[in-house]
């Protein structure tokens, strides 16, 4: 893959300059660099990023044993609607 990246005039000068002390590359350094910052950020999991976004977890409006009742609030439902 091919990157390309602009650096102002001073930081290209000191890149050739410490590339030429160490023998390297600029592709090298720039590859080490970006080696390092992929291994510092660990994949995250689906569930790892749910739970950072807050979209795991229990509903806190209603109450909390509605599927337990489900009868029961049908039931209310109906007879709020038939009453009049």
Do not use: W
């Not at 030429?20 to 992929?38: D, I, M, N, W």
């Not at 291994?39 to 790892?48: G, M, V």
């Amino acid at each position: 893959m091919t990157l390309t990246v602009r650096l102002d005039p001073e930081l290209e000068r000191q890149l050739d300059a410490a590339c030429k002390r160490h023998r390297t590359t600029k592709s090298a350094v720039v590859t080490g660099l970006v080696q390092e910052f992929v291994a510092r950020e660990p994949e995250a999991s689906s569930y790892q990023v749910a739970v950072r976004l807050g979209v795991i977890g229990a509903d806190a409006s209603g109450p909390r044993n509605r599927a337990a009742n489900a009868k029961k609030y049908v039931r209310r439902a109906i007879r709020a609607k038939h009453h009049r």
